[in-house]
Each structure stands twice: as C-alpha cells, then as structure tokens.
C-alpha cells in the first residue's frame, strides 16, 4: 500500500456515502426494494448469507468492494495462498490452507512442497486414532484408552474444545474428553477427578512448548499418572502424546517424538484446529470425518480464493465487518448461532478475530488513524434472548449480529426445530424493523408506557443459514471467518498473524512468581499498586 487508508479516495468516496445513508432506516430501504432481500443475499458453498438486513445500499457494497480493491485485496488473497511472508512480523508465511490442500496438490513454502508432509502427519494421525479407538492402543497396565485429555490453552485448547461440542453428535461416544487449559489447578482437578489414570492418554497441545499453562497442567499430568503406577517412568510413553513445531522441547519434556504430531510454523495457533492440534477432534470422529471436515475447509477456501469480490462470502461479511467498525463506529459485533452444538464457536472466534486484529500499528510501522478489530461475543440463540439481547434491541449502542441457523436439526423432536428457527427469524426481523410509536398506541398501550415500548429498529444483522451441522460444514463456517478477518486485516494494514501483544503480561508474571514465594519482607520494585497487592496475596495465602 502506498497511501494511508483514510486518504485512499474510495475511503473518502465511502465517508461521503456514509453521511448520505447513515439516518436511513432498514424499514425504508426495505419499502424501497421489494426484493431487496433476495438481491442482498449470497450462496456459496452451501452457505447461504443474507446480508439484506445491513445498513447498506447497493451503492455501498459497490464503495466498499473498490475499497478492498484499492486496498489490493485480491492481491493479498493471492499473497496468502501462495505461501508469501504476509506474517511480516515474524517473517512467516500463513498457510494453515495449505492443512486441508488435498493430496496430490502442492503448496510451495521456501521452495518446498508441504503437502506431502501435511498428509504424511494425517495418515499418522489416522493410525493413531484407528489404534486408540479400535482399543489396539492399550495403557500400561494393559487396558484400551477410555478418557483422553487434552491439556493445551489459547489456539491449543479453544479450537478443540469449540470442534469437540460442535461435532459430538458425530463423536465415539464410548469415549469421554476432557480439556484443560486453565493453569488455575481446579481446572485439572476437576477434569480427572473421575478419571481412572490406566485408562487415560493425554495430549499435550503447544505450538511452542513452552507455555507455562500447558507446561505446569502437562508436569501436574504427569505426576498424577505417576502417583498411579507406582512411579514407573515407562507408563508416560502410553498415556501421553505431544502436538507441536518444537520436537526438541517434547523430548525434553519426556515424550518421545515418536509420539508427537508435528505442525509448522507457517501455522498459527488460532489457525490450527485442522492441523495435529485437532487429534482430540479426530479421535472423536474418527479420521474420515476429520478429512470431511477439511474438504469443508478447503471449499471454502477456493471460494475465498476464486469467487469474484461480489460473491464471496468471506469478502462480503469482512467488508461489513469495516463499514461498521470504520464509519459507524461500532465497536462490538454478536455472533449468535442458533445450534446448541456451536456452543462454544463465540469463545473460540474471540481468539480469531482479536488476537488477530487487535492491532494498532499498520505493517509500516505506523499507528493507525482509524479503529481496527471489533471485539466478538456471543452465546447460542435461544439462551442470549433471555439475558443480553434487550441492549442489543433497545440499549443506545448499535450492535450488528451474525445470526447462524441450519434448516435441519440433528436431533429432530417434536417442533423444537421450527420454534428455535421461528426464534431466530423472529429476532432478525425486530432488530430491523422495531415497533413504531404508531404501532403501540395502536395496541392501546398508555400513553406514559409508550415510549418504553417502541423499538427504534434500524439494528443490522447477517443471517447464516447451512442445511445442517456436519463436519464439512464446521470446517466451511470456520475458514468463512478466518477468511473474513484476513480481508479486515488487509484494509486495516496490519498482520493477522503475529500477537505480540501478549508477550509482556507473560514476562511479568515470570518476574512475580518467585516474588509470591519469598518471605514477606522482601523488596519490591514493582508501582505502588503492585507492591500493595503481592504483600496482602503473601500475608493472606
Ligand atoms: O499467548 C498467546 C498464544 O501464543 C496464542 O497465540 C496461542 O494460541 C496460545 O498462546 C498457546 O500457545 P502454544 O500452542 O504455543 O502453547
């Protein structure tokens, strides 16, 4: 880029658009164009997304896709796909694409070819979950694996988690899985509380192997394990395993790479659920479904990468995503999926999207002139209705949602499914629409009571609509974000990818933990907050 974003003319084109629409209200743009509905609204893949619902006009998708071009967006599409350094930060490339690439293509990093080297941890993958979930694998005193325990935090923990809940109707149910992530020991605690150890293999998640979370609940682990063989060191080859880039920290943790499953470091962390950090997913669907759920991935991502702007989904929602963030100004976004099996897809896009683009420093160095990463939150529909959506409804902040729904329940009983769909048509419709003044007092409402009943409307929201919950359809939901956020990424001109940012709080705790431990009357050297806090923790521990 060779221009600052805010004095690109077609961001200028867009603030001038901005002041022309931004009073318009969803209820006249829809009386405008009847079919409007229709005409925003995008296929692909077996997605559909209506993003009629948006404070937009036809005009505008049109500003905001010469933005993206004037941003040299298809470029940096092309950029990513190709294995350029767009990790600049950390001079990496960013090809977790390259994880569900199928055989026989090739992906060229550093002149050479990783797909074979991504398949080749697949099959082992495979072998390994075939053994465990055929009860060949046994433990060491001799019994087939019952529980496994996946220890690992960040992109370790909340890719597995979010792909464990979304994917246990299709799960061995035989067995039980547990996560732990938490360096608070209740988190460990609690998750083997009822586990027999002989029947337990954990793994041991990090990209780095050095995360003092993953690292402390992998020792603690390892004693519980030992505590329940009678202290024999050859159990630990039997009930753990390791998914990670650093063979040489495994070994010295104790486990042999033998029983390591490797990624790279063109893969990051909250990129990597369809690498070997997803094992926990596979050994719960087994490897055929793990590979349907990467043939999701990898259609999404030839949309993202071939779809003309218009019709690409990823393209669409991440333009939304900085007309609202840019020119509205809003500052959170909803992401409300109404499938109680996507209970955990809020938590996990947090990571996505926020490690991703909380950034205030473009890729030149510079700090930005506009806002950035939108903060993502969310719960499952119906639930969130019963709690947090009157601000969205009635409160002063304008926050745009991403309804998720599938035509088909994978647990059809009686008419659950169309009263949680009529839900979230239901609240799509309010959130645009509102109540007018007129529409209540024709209710009879009191006068005085009016004003508490009128819903403004004019709320935004896409609406997400698959035909069901699979694994393929995990795998296009979560690439259509990543994607979406590598295009906001793009117009913001900042990495994606790295997360430096996370890095001080880390070294500071290093500095505090051997404070907490020494006597009372040592010296600190921290602020005068920081002082007052370690002398009461150590007086009251
Ligand atoms: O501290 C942030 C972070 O580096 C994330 O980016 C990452 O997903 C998480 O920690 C866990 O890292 P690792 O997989 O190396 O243990």
């Given at each position: 880029?060779?221009?600052?974003?805010?004095?690109?003319?077609?961001?200028?084109?867009?603030?001038?658009?901005?002041?022309?629409?931004?009073?318009?209200?969803?209820?006249?743009?829809?009386?405008?164009?009847?079919?409007?509905?229709?005409?925003?609204?995008?296929?692909?893949?077996?997605?559909?997304?209506?993003?009629?619902?948006?404070?937009?006009?036809?005009?505008?998708?049109?500003?905001?896709?010469?933005?993206?071009?004037?941003?040299?967006?298809?470029?940096?599409?092309?950029?990513?796909?190709?294995?350029?350094?767009?990790?600049?930060?950390?001079?990496?490339?960013?090809?977790?694409?390259?994880?569900?690439?199928?055989?026989?293509?090739?992906?060229?990093?550093?002149?050479?070819?990783?797909?074979?080297?991504?398949?080749?941890?697949?099959?082992?993958?495979?072998?390994?979950?075939?053994?465990?979930?055929?009860?060949?694998?046994?433990?060491?005193?001799?019994?087939?694996?019952?529980?496994?325990?996946?220890?690992?935090?960040?992109?370790?923990?909340?890719?597995?988690?979010?792909?464990?809940?979304?994917?246990?109707?299709?799960?061995?149910?035989?067995?039980?899985?547990?996560?732990?992530?938490?360096?608070?020991?209740?988190?460990?605690?609690?998750?083997?509380?009822?586990?027999?150890?002989?029947?337990?293999?954990?793994?041991?998640?990090?990209?780095?192997?050095?995360?003092?979370?993953?690292?402390?609940?992998?020792?603690?682990?390892?004693?519980?394990?030992?505590?329940?063989?009678?202290?024999?060191?050859?159990a630990v080859a039997k009930h753990f395993v390791a998914l990670s880039t650093n063979a040489e920290k495994?070994?010295?943790?104790?486990?042999?790479?033998?029983?390591?499953?490797?990624?790279?470091?063109?893969?990051?962390?909250?990129?990597?659920?369809?690498?070997?950090?997803?094992?926990?997913?596979?050994?719960?669907?087994?490897?055929?479904?793990?590979?349907?759920?990467?043939?999701?991935?990898?259609?999404?991502?030839?949309?993202?990468?071939?779809?003309?702007?218009?019709?690409?989904?990823?393209?669409?929602?991440?333009?939304?995503?900085?007309?609202?963030?840019?020119?509205?100004?809003?500052?959170?976004?909803?992401?409300?999926?109404?499938?109680?099996?996507?209970?955990?897809?809020?938590?996990?896009?947090?990571?996505?999207?926020?490690?991703?683009?909380?950034?205030?420093?473009?890729?030149?160095?510079?700090?930005?002139?506009?806002?950035?990463?939108?903060?993502?939150?969310?719960?499952?529909?119906?639930?969130?209705?019963?709690?947090?959506?009157?601000?969205?409804?009635?409160?002063?902040?304008?926050?745009?949602?991403?309804?998720?729904?599938?035509?088909?329940?994978?647990n059809p009983i009686d008419d659950h499914h169309d009263i949680l769909i009529a839900n979230v048509l239901?609240?799509?419709?309010?959130?645009?629409?509102?109540?007018?003044?007129?529409?209540?007092?024709?209710?009879?409402?009191?006068?005085?009571?009016?004003?508490?009943?009128?819903?403004?409307?004019?709320?935004?929201?896409?609406?997400?609509?698959?035909?069901?919950?699979?694994?393929?359809?995990?795998?296009?939901?979560?690439?259509?974000?990543?994607?979406?956020?590598?295009?906001?990424?793009?117009?913001?001109?900042?990495?994606?990818?790295?997360?430096?940012?996370?890095?001080?709080?880390?070294?500071?705790?290093?500095?505090?933990?051997?404070?907490?431990?020494?006597?009372?009357?040592?010296?600190?050297?921290?602020?005068?907050?920081?002082?007052?806090?370690?002398?009461?923790?150590?007086?009251?521990?």
């Amino acid at each position: 880029m060779t221009d600052t974003l805010k004095n690109l003319p077609q961001y200028k084109a867009l603030e001038e658009h901005y002041e022309a629409i931004k009073d318009k209200h969803l209820r006249d743009l829809f009386a405008d164009e009847t079919e409007r509905g229709k005409q925003l609204a995008m296929e692909a893949v077996g997605l559909y997304l209506d993003y009629s619902k948006n404070r937009i006009t036809g005009e505008t998708m049109e500003l905001l896709l010469d933005l993206a071009r004037g941003c040299e967006l298809p470029e940096a599409i092309e950029a990513m796909f190709s294995g350029d350094k767009i990790n600049l930060t950390e001079g990496r490339a960013v090809l977790h694409t390259a994880l569900r690439a199928p055989a026989g293509t090739s992906v060229v990093v550093d002149g050479e070819d990783v797909v074979p080297d991504v398949q080749a941890v697949l099959d082992k993958m495979s072998a390994f979950c075939d053994a465990v979930r055929g009860g060949e694998w046994v433990g060491h005193s001799g019994l087939p694996i019952r529980n496994i325990v996946n220890i690992g935090i960040g992109g370790s923990d909340l890719g597995p988690v979010m792909a464990y809940e979304a994917l246990k109707y299709f799960s061995a149910r035989e067995l039980t899985f547990r996560f732990v992530s938490n360096v608070d020991a209740t988190d460990f605690a609690e998750a083997v509380a009822d586990l027999d150890p002989t029947e337990t293999m954990f793994i041991v998640a990090s990209k780095t192997f050095t995360t003092i979370e993953t690292m402390t609940n992998a020792n603690t682990a390892r004693q519980w394990l030992l505590h329940h063989v009678g202290g024999d060191e050859s159990a630990v080859a039997k009930h753990f395993v390791a998914l990670s880039t650093n063979a040489e920290k495994v070994s010295e943790f104790g486990i042999d790479t033998a029983n390591m499953f490797e990624f790279w470091d063109w893969v990051g962390g909250r990129y990597s659920m369809d690498s070997a950090i997803g094992l926990s997913t596979m050994l719960a669907v087994g490897p055929a479904g793990f590979r349907e759920m990467l043939a999701g991935f990898h259609e999404m991502d030839e949309h993202f990468r071939n779809a003309p702007l218009e019709k690409n989904l990823p393209v669409l929602m991440g333009m939304l995503a900085v007309w609202y963030s840019n020119f509205f100004g809003v500052e959170t976004t909803a992401v409300l999926p109404y499938e109680q099996y996507l209970k955990r897809f809020p938590a996990y896009l947090q990571q996505l999207t926020m490690e991703s683009n909380g950034k205030s420093t473009t890729v030149d160095g510079e700090r930005v002139d506009y806002e950035t990463g939108l903060i993502y939150w969310g719960e499952p529909g119906t639930n969130g209705q019963h709690s947090f959506y009157q601000l969205i409804h009635q409160g002063t902040r304008l926050i745009p949602c991403d309804f998720i729904a599938f035509a088909k329940s994978l647990n059809p009983i009686d008419d659950h499914h169309d009263i949680l769909i009529a839900n979230v048509l239901a609240q799509s419709e309010a959130l645009a629409f509102g109540k007018t003044d007129a529409e209540v007092r024709s209710e009879g409402t009191q006068d005085w009571l009016v004003p508490h009943r009128v819903f403004e409307g004019n709320r935004p929201s896409n609406t997400l609509i698959g035909e069901r919950m699979s694994p393929a359809m995990l795998g296009k939901l979560v690439a259509l974000y990543e994607h979406s956020v590598y295009v906001q990424s793009v117009i913001w001109n900042i990495d994606a990818f790295d997360q430096w940012g996370v890095e001080l709080g880390k070294v500071l705790a290093k500095a505090i933990i051997p404070e907490l431990a020494a006597d009372a009357d040592s010296v600190l050297d921290h602020d005068s907050s920081t002082n007052a806090l370690i002398e009461r923790y150590r007086k009251m521990k």
